[in-house]
């Protein structure tokens, strides 16, 4: 699975130097902004991983990478770095860091000004379509942040609200039931009730209906559609959360073992 390849792949920074950027485009401020590549390179450890760096035309230029597998840039769960405190280093050693933006987001906000992504099959080159406003400051997912909110129907016949669990711990599940890891543990994963956690478990729909899996488990079991899944910027599975009673993160993409052995 090429999730799992480029998530491999994430470790450590990108310290290299970038090909030279082009000139400065003319001063047309909606005019696309667009950057090519140098050829692939490794990237990380997993052996189908790899980057190309480019530059962007910019005042002062940035560097960026594309971070693809397989030869292939442009799928949805594979990601860009920019360097976007100018420091350098493509932070790449997390996948909530603040310089790596997932394709699936669509855009980057860079110097207050917001921009359209558009990269290049193969990765030869990364092209930014400015937008008419700018997007709201994009939503931290570092531990010690707040929690993002959200409201979701449940399989149950009612709906959950993060924000409403206040004074709990709670455990995000993405799961799907495509996935062979999920459903292993599943039955681990089911006990944390009993243990004191609140569990909402947030399934993938293209995996498959759950309905019997979870029928009289205990917990918030919801099939989603996108909504948790993009503000939560969850592209593998399974991905853990850990909620803190105060309603910050916790644990961000907690690892297995991190949410069987915590304590509410």
């Known amino acids: 699975m090429r999730r799992a390849l480029l998530a491999v792949a994430v470790v450590g920074g990108c310290h290299k130097d970038a090909p030279p950027a082009p000139a400065p485009p003319p001063n047309t401020p909606d005019a696309p902004i667009r950057a090519t590549t140098a050829a692939p390179e490794a990237f990380g450890s997993g052996e189908h991983a790899s980057m190309r760096r480019g530059t962007l035309p910019l005042t002062p230029p940035m560097q960026f990478a594309l971070l693809g597998t397989d030869g292939v840039y442009d799928e949805e769960f594979q990601m860009v770095a920019f360097d976007l405190n100018r420091d350098g280093n493509l932070d790449t050693s997390s996948l909530d860091s603040e310089e790596l933006i997932h394709n699936f987001e669509k855009h980057v906000t860079i110097d207050g000004r917001s921009y359209d992504l558009a990269i290049d099959h193969a990765g030869t080159s990364l092209t930014l379509r400015p937008l008419p406003t700018a997007l709201p400051p994009r939503i931290a997912l570092h531990p010690g942040a707040p929690a993002p909110d959200f409201t979701a129907s449940t399989l149950e016949g009612g709906t959950v609200k993060l924000s409403q669990l206040r004074g709990k711990t709670v455990v995000l599940d993405f799961w799907s039931k495509s996935c062979t890891p999920c459903l292993r543990s599943l039955p ?48 593998r599975w399974p991905t853990y959360f850990l909620i803190a009673k105060d309603g910050t993160i916790a644990c961000a993409r907690c690892g297995f073992p991190q949410i069987v052995d915590a304590t509410p």
């Open 188 to 235: 681990m994963i089911e006990t944390l009730p009993a243990k004191g956690f609140e569990l909402i478990s947030i399934a993938d729909p293209d995996g498959g209906d759950i309905g019997e899996l979870v029928k009289g488990q205990p917990g918030h079991h919801v099939m989603d559609y996108g909504q948790v899944q993009s503000l939560y910027r969850v592209d």
